[in-house]
């Protein structure tokens, strides 16, 4: 069974940064599309950032675009974050997600139990 496993949120000033881990495991990724998601308190859910797990071209959400970046390290079944010049509109749960086939900004296959992100000012 798929499982993801999200690492690495805590709490941290504005204009700092943090490293998000998602480990993977369960089948094998070649053919999906890994992605992040976030959802703030009392907002809906929404996409952050995507790859397909082969490599290849990312894909970001406007509000952080040249600010994170999305990676992985196959050897180790494992995808990040990472999270610079951080916000306090960045405060939020953040979600690994992964989906079989294209990357999608709306939907997942499989969805991790999330970590929490806080950025104060």
């Known amino acids: 069974q798929v499982q993801l496993v999200e690492s690495g949120g805590g709490l941290v000033q504005a204009g700092g940064s943090l490293r998000l881990s998602c480990a993977a495991s369960?089948?094998?990724?070649?053919?999906?599309?890994m992605g992040w998601f976030r959802q703030a308190p009392g907002k809906e859910r929404e996409f952050v950032a995507a790859?397909?797990?082969?490599?290849?071209?990312?894909s970001y959400a406007d509000s952080v675009k040249g600010r994170f970046t999305i990676s992985r390290h196959g050897a180790k079944n494992t995808v990040y974050l990472q999270m610079n010049s951080l916000k306090p509109e960045d405060t939020a749960v953040y979600y690994c997600?992964?989906?079989?086939?294209?990357?999608?900004?709306?939907?997942?296959?499989?969805w991790g139990q999330g970590t929490q992100v806080t950025v104060s000012s």
């Open positions: 369960g089948r094998t990724f070649s053919s999906y599309a």
């Open positions: 790859m397909p797990w082969s490599g290849g071209s990312t």
């Open positions: 997600a992964a989906r079989y086939g294209v990357v999608s900004r709306t939907t997942a296959d499989y």
